[in-house]
T-cell receptor, first 113, second 115 residues
């Protein structure tokens, strides 16, 4: 069965620290990859997505993610976090050709001011 | 304009009751979904509808019944509510472009509390 793993469940950083959140998936076929963010009390919003092409994708608010096919990974990065980045981050995988998304269990990020 | 809307936002009810949650999207998308987010924030797909037809039905008790009157609406009816049904339910929609499913847009969620 397909699965998505986010190994960091809770990350605490100080402002200006660099961020990297891991995401690994277990599907052998072609996939579309997404990172969503859920700010406290709000719904999920798209941060960035990868369909094809350059494996380094840039999203909103200075976030980027790199798809490494050989490692089945799609890690999220930001060079300098802000307090406003405090939120829950979800990685999602969509096997190409299927109307189905598999979500990771989420990583809660707390940024200290 | 709200892209994906859900009503109600909060729902508190007693065990054994029947309740419905409504979802509407004004994005013109072909596919709509229902997800359940549990207390640990784990998001799990329940149903997926494409042009009013059910295409995904995960292992969900048959007390949960989705209804899609048209492709802009996907409602979720729950019979005989149980304590374990307490969760946040998210509706989402996406568009198929050349056979590829694009980004999902999520509604604000409905927090269901069963007492």
């Amino acid at each position: 069965a397909q699965s998505v793993s986010q190994h960091n469940h809770h990350v605490i950083l100080s402002e200006a620290a660099s961020l990297e959140l891991g995401c690994n998936y277990s599907y052998g076929g072609t996939v579309n990859l997404f990172w969503y963010v859920q700010y406290p009390g709000q719904h999920l919003q798209l941060l960035l997505k990868y369909f094809s092409g350059d494996p380094l994708v840039k999203g909103i608010k200075g976030f980027e993610a790199e798809f490494i096919k050989s490692k089945f990974s799609f890690n999220l990065r930001k060079p300098s976090v802000q307090w406003s980045d405090t939120a829950e981050y979800f990685c999602a995988v969509n096997p190409r050709g299927f109307n189905k998304f598999y979500f990771g269990s989420g990583t809660k990020l707390n940024v200290k001011p | 304009d709200t892209a994906v809307s859900q009503t109600p936002k909060y729902l508190v009810t007693q065990m054994g009751n029947d309740k419905s949650i409504k979802c509407e999207q004004n994005l013109g998308h072909d596919t709509m979904y229902w997800y359940k987010q549990d207390s640990k924030k784990f998001l799990k797909i329940m149903f997926s509808y494409n042009n009013k037809e059910l295409i995904i039905n995960e292992t969900v008790p048959n007390r949960f019944s989705p209804k899609s009157p048209d492709k802009a609406h996907l409602n979720l009816h729950i019979n005989s509510l149980e304590l374990g049904d307490s969760a946040v339910y998210f509706c989402a929609s996406s568009q198929d472009i050349s056979g590829r499913t694009d980004t999902q847009y999520f509604g604000p969620g409905t927090r269901l509390t069963v007492l």
